[in-house]
């Protein structure tokens, strides 16, 4: 689809019409191909996800673009799909994405959930080696690399079945260098600290307990200071969501469901 002046490659799990759809945000450098398990895992759920520019079939924009600017971008995807009020997810960098859109548009986003994620720049940080491994896009087009770092990256699953590495390497599609770039720099300085009283909605944050990139003490921040949040931790690593999506999207809609 094209969005104003943005092409993006745009993927719809269709679901129960009469309940707002589920608009998710993704991690860094990731297609909407890795979130395939969890969207097919989804029982009613009309769910719809986006290549960030510069990521997968979304072609990289004319310039570099900070959060505010991929939250608009979902919100005009939206009205072209006529859509006036849905719930809304974020995954790791995608958290971040998510917690501006509710942020930006509280009319629009009725329920939130933050997964694997933090408030920015101003977080508990993860492990320094997690860090630097995640600030170079080598996972994403090459196999060995991928085997022998995402258990330091992610943790949880992947510490213990290499073949799961192996099936989310087959999902990943590498991004252009610059779009990676675009992302890390997006959420340079970006934080939503001094506004996280103000999200009015009901918030499901989910953390992996076994978290190398964002420990679960961002989770327990974040819920402190939402007025309307619930934290759940999840016995996994960064990526529960591809490595427990079953689990992960009944919990999910159980909250989009107002059943607690």
């Known amino acids: 689809m094209t969005v104003g002046e ?7 799990k269709r679901g129960d019409e009469s309940r707002p759809p589920l608009l998710i ?15 097919e895992a989804l029982a009613d759920t ?12 979304s072609p990289l924009p004319r310039r570099p673009y900070r959060p505010l600017r991929i939250a608009q971008l979902g919100e005009r995807l939206l009205s072209d799909l006529g859509y006036r009020e849905v719930d809304c997810a974020g995954v790791s960098w995608g958290g971040g994405i998510a917690q501006q859109f509710a942020h930006q548009y509280p ?16 977080m508990i940080p993860g492990r320094p080696q997690a860090f630097l491994r995640m600030a170079t896009p080598r996972r994403f087009w090459d196999k060995n ?17 290499p073949a799961m590495i192996d099936r ?12 990676y770039l675009y992302q890390l720099l997006a959420v340079v300085g970006w934080t939503s600290l001094p506004w996280l009283r103000s999200l009015n909605q009901p918030t499901l944050i989910l953390m992996g307990r076994d978290d190398p990139l964002v420990p679960v003490a ?16 999840i016995d996994d690593g960064h990526l529960f969501m591809v490595t427990r ?16």
């Open 168 to 179: 989310f390497a087959e999902a990943m599609s590498g991004p252009p260098g610059s779009g």
């Open 245 to 260: 999506p079953v689990k992960t999207a009944r919990r999910i809609e159980r909250f989009l469901a107002h059943e607690h």
């Open 107 to 122: 009319r629009l986003c009725r329920r939130l959930v933050l997964a694997a994620t933090s408030p920015g720049a101003i």
């Open 6 to 12: 943005q092409k993006l490659m745009v993927a719809v």
């Open 218 to 233: 961002n989770g327990r921040l974040m819920a402190r200071l939402i007025p309307k949040a619930t934290l759940e931790i």
């Open 145 to 161: 690399y991928i085997q022998k770092a995402a258990p330091e990256i992610y943790g949880g699953a992947f510490r213990k079945d």
């Open 46 to 57: 009309t769910a719809i996800i986006f290549d960030t520019p510069g990521v997968g079939g």
């Open 25 to 39: 945000f993704n991690g860094i450098g990731a297609n909407w191909e890795l979130a395939k398990p969890f969207l």
